[in-house]
């Protein structure tokens, strides 16, 4: 059975395929009035560039091969962000702010969800050499501004800061296996095992930790931190940032959850994430990353979200074209009728589409349906409705 594909892989047929064409040509075209500038890297590398400042979890996304010429190991990508930071530090070389975007294929070891693919369309934009909270401004309205321009309208964004965690602990004097744990704990949303755990932490830290998951909801949220939460410097650095957000996007849907930890080990700062009503896996993810190109030779402050174009384009559903032109028949290498060529050139150039029917395919052309044709009438190319 030659037919079949990998699991969590598909074909991309006629109708979806146009709802991703159009939503990444819309959707680049307003990152690009924007002031972000499409970069379009390549889709293999050496793996440990590939991986520089991605944290651990993105290893286990890879693909890995050898490379026949170096003998060194290759990575398919599966993440776009170490590629761009590659560029902006080693290639750009900007003293400024870099503003950068683009919409390439990577590829997964594993879906990232039972509903996903193995061969996301990552879609995104990064603003590098930036480190106040008006760069995560900037982005997470560019994030909310790419989905309404989707068609996904006012979404509801989960706002989130990963320095509280590392704070506690910190405070807490975790080592690197217990704050894995403490990881794996709250992602799976164990509250039983997060209990247990915290119980061998010295307080005020283990209460603090056990709260995390608690602390989500509206703004009101950041008040109870304030007020629940030991009072490091980091972490009231953290809640002001979050609160500063809050009142510079009065537009948005905003919600809270401070135990959202998604990429710990690449994120450092804001996290925030997008949600479409009756869908319970984000649309959009996005965080600040600093120093994400540090191996590369340049320490610089980051921040950038990315959605999946396929995944965007199931939710909205397949794009049914206008209907086509049926065009009469010519007779191979002949013009046909006078002013017939010129007529098709001329609609094609406004963006018709004409079909140009076979010999004997006058009834039997399926897609794209014909809805009108062209005829002629006293001398002149009309459409006509079929």
């Given at each position: ?83 761009v ?41 990064e ?13 997470i ?111 948005c ?6 135990s ?56 909205l559903?397949?794009?049914?074209p ?65």
């Amino acid at each position: 059975m030659n037919w079949l594909l990998p699991e969590y892989c598909a074909d991309v047929l006629p109708h979806e395929a146009a709802r991703i064409e159009t939503l990444r040509a819309s959707l680049l075209e307003l990152l690009r009035t924007h002031g972000y500038e499409r970069v379009m890297p390549p889709l293999l590398g050496y793996l440990d560039s590939l991986l520089t400042g991605s944290g651990r979890d993105l290893r286990l996304r890879t693909f890995e091969l050898v490379d026949q010429l170096s003998g060194r190991t290759l990575g398919v990508r599966a993440d776009i962000t170490p590629q761009v930071a590659r560029i902006d530090a080693h290639l750009l070389n900007r003293k400024g702010t870099a503003r950068l975007c683009y919409c390439e294929s990577v590829l997964h070891t594993l879906p990232a969800n039972i509903n996903a693919t193995r061969e996301p369309i990552q879609f995104g934009a990064e603003l590098y050499g930036y480190a106040g909270f008006e760069a995560d401004l900037e982005i997470i309205r560019l994030m909310a501004a790419s989905l309404d321009a989707a068609g996904l309208s006012n979404p509801r964004i989960d706002l989130g800061h990963v320095g509280i965690f590392s704070a506690l602990a910190q405070a807490a004097g975790l080592d690197r296996d217990a704050v894995d744990a403490a990881l794996s704990l709250m992602q799976a949303k164990d509250a039983p095992g997060l209990e247990a755990f915290c119980a061998g932490i010295a307080e005020p830290y283990g209460s603090a930790l056990r709260l995390l998951p608690e602390l989500y909801g509206d703004r009101n949220i950041l008040e109870l931190a304030r007020k629940r939460l030991p009072g490091l410097e980091a972490i009231g650095s953290a809640l002001e940032t979050l609160a500063r957000l809050a009142a510079a996007l009065p537009e948005c849907a905003l919600s809270f959850d401070l135990s959202d930890l998604r990429g710990y080990h690449y994120h450092n700062g804001v996290v925030f994430a997008a949600y479409h009503h009756g869908t319970p896996c984000a649309v959009a993810l996005g965080g600040r990353y600093d120093g994400v190109g540090r191996a590369f030779g340049r320490d610089r402050a980051a921040t950038g979200f990315s959605l999946d174009l396929r995944e965007l384009a199931r939710l909205l559903g397949p794009l049914v074209p206008p209907g086509a032109i049926r065009a009469p028949v010519r007779a191979p290498g002949a013009e046909g009728p006078a002013g017939l060529a010129q007529t098709i050139h001329s609609l094609r150039a406004c963006g018709e589409v004409i079909i140009e029917p076979l010999p004997g395919e006058e009834e039997s052309c399926e897609s794209p349906a014909c809805d009108r044709h062209l005829i002629q009438r006293e001398g002149r190319w009309i459409v006509e409705s079929l």
